[in-house]
């Protein structure tokens, strides 16, 4: 049976969402308790995509394989029982078997928090501590600039070899909290997205809304197709996968 889970976890204290040799990973505390529920025969989780260390996700989604005859409620609270408390289930349910948690994925959204005011050190693992003033004006308008499809290569992994960098942002948006107006929350929702794009493009619009770029200079930037020019990286404690559509 082909089940679907939704789930939300804090990557503060793990290597990543993907599993690997020797490291703490979501994939591997998820197919650990899976395991166990699967009784003890290893089970395959493959998800809507990785984050990277210290990547958090309010709506991660994935699929996995299991024998055991479970129903999705009583899977669910297993599941919760058996993970650590800093990852959680919040959905699951029955799919066909040709349901793919990644390939049938539509759209992603993104969103990046970073603090302008006091450094706050009960934050730095969740929010981005800038603590600095930005252009927020001049941020927004550079955020428009990117949406539509481009070949998105100056905003990849400087190493990443693609056959493909064109993706396509369907909407983006800069939010001020109301209660904490130092506080910036930046959204980015697309149809894919390829390692480190998101943080890199913060990166790039924290150094516009710090004077160094104009917002048009996207425009050239996206023209270069060179990482090399497209500033910094963005810490990963700022960034959370928002949500997952199919």
Same mark, same amino acid.
């Given at each position: 049976?082909? =089940?679907?889970?939704?789930?939300?976890?804090?990557?503060?204290? #793990?290597?990543?969402?993907? /599993?690997?040799?020797?490291?703490?990973?979501?994939?591997?505390?998820?197919?650990? %308790?899976?395991?166990?529920?699967?009784?003890? +025969? %290893?089970?395959?989780?493959?998800? &809507?995509?990785?984050? @990277? %260390?210290?990547?958090?996700? =309010?709506?991660?989604? %994935?699929?996995?394989?299991?024998?055991?005859?479970?129903?999705?409620?009583?899977?669910?609270?297993?599941?919760?029982?058996?993970?650590?408390?800093?990852?959680?289930?919040?959905?699951?349910?029955?799919?066909?078997?040709?349901?793919?948690?990644?390939?049938?994925?539509?759209? /992603?959204?993104?969103?990046?928090?970073?603090?302008?005011?006091?450094?706050?050190?009960?934050?730095? @693992?969740?929010? #981005?501590?800038?603590?600095? /003033?930005?252009? $927020?004006?001049?941020? !927004?308008?550079?955020?428009?600039?990117?949406?539509?499809?481009?070949?998105?290569? &100056?905003?990849?992994?400087?190493? !990443?070899?693609?056959?493909?960098?064109?993706?396509?942002?369907?909407?983006?948006?800069?939010?001020?909290?109301? +209660?904490?107006?130092?506080?910036?929350?930046?959204?980015?929702?697309?149809?894919?997205?390829?390692?480190?794009?998101?943080?890199?493009?913060?990166?790039?619009?924290?150094? $516009?809304?710090?004077?160094? =770029? /104009?917002? !048009?200079?996207?425009?050239?930037?996206?023209?270069?197709?060179?990482?090399?020019?497209?500033?910094?990286?963005?810490?990963?404690?700022?960034?959370?996968?928002?949500?997952? =559509? #199919?």
């Amino acid at each position: 049976m082909r =089940y679907f889970i939704r789930f939300s976890y804090d990557g503060s204290k #793990y290597n990543g969402y993907q /599993k690997q040799p020797r490291m703490k990973t979501v994939q591997s505390e998820l197919e650990r %308790a899976l395991k166990s529920i699967n009784a003890n +025969k %290893a089970v395959s989780v493959s998800a &809507s995509g990785r984050t @990277d %260390a210290g990547v958090h996700a =309010y709506s991660q989604c %994935a699929h996995f394989d299991i024998s055991t005859n479970i129903t999705p409620e009583k899977l669910k609270n297993a599941l919760n029982s058996l993970l650590p408390d800093d990852i959680y289930v919040k959905e699951v349910k029955e799919v066909s078997d040709n349901f793919h948690a990644r390939f049938d994925v539509k759209a /992603k959204e993104y969103i990046y928090k970073i603090n302008m005011g006091t450094y706050n050190p009960i934050e730095k @693992d969740y929010v #981005y501590q800038y603590n600095k /003033k930005l252009d $927020i004006p001049e941020m !927004e308008r550079a955020l428009k600039y990117l949406e539509g499809t481009h070949d998105f290569r &100056s905003f990849v992994k400087i190493d !990443e070899e693609k056959d493909d960098y064109t993706r396509t942002i369907i909407q983006t948006s800069l939010i001020r909290d109301v +209660k904490n107006v130092n506080q910036i929350t930046i959204s980015i929702l697309g149809t894919g997205f390829m390692r480190y794009m998101v943080r890199n493009i913060v990166g790039f619009l924290i150094e $516009i809304g710090e004077g160094k =770029y /104009k917002s !048009e200079d996207v425009i050239e930037i996206l023209k270069l197709k060179d990482r090399t020019k497209a500033g910094m990286c963005a810490p990963a404690c700022g960034l959370y996968l928002k949500d997952v =559509y #199919y």
